[in-house]
Nanobody, 115 residues
């Protein structure tokens, strides 16, 4: 499974961005996808995740009500709509896909929120 993120950039606080993650390869075997982020000096943390079956979602408390994760199964693409962005959302955002017990990762996309 290969994952390619896009959509990061620089935005002012209060603004919005939409991240995309295009999956290729053995996408039929993916059972869960998600977004993680890592800010400088901090550990990587889960932002949001979505299952392949019924599309159940879960979010970090810090982004609930502001971020929305979704999938386009036909195009093997996952999205993260980020609204009301805050300075503390600044991080490198990584797409991940789980196949069995293995996690695949994208290269990451930088999101910078100016205060």
């Amino acid at each position: 499974v290969q994952l390619v993120e896009s959509g990061g950039g620089l935005v002012q606080a209060g603004g919005s961005l939409r991240l995309s993650c295009a999956a290729s390869g053995s996408t039929f075997s993916i059972n869960r996808m998600g977004w993680y982020r890592q800010a400088p000096g901090k550990q990587r943390e889960l932002v949001a995740a979505i299952t392949s079956g019924v599309g159940s979602t879960n979010y970090a408390d810090s982004v609930k009500g502001r971020f929305t994760i979704s999938r386009d199964k036909d195009n093997n693409t996952m999205y993260l709509q980020m609204n009301s962005l805050k300075f503390e959302d600044t991080a490198v955002y990584y797409c991940t896909a789980r196949v069995g017990l293995r996690n695949y990762w994208g290269q990451g996309t930088q999101v910078t929120v100016s205060s």
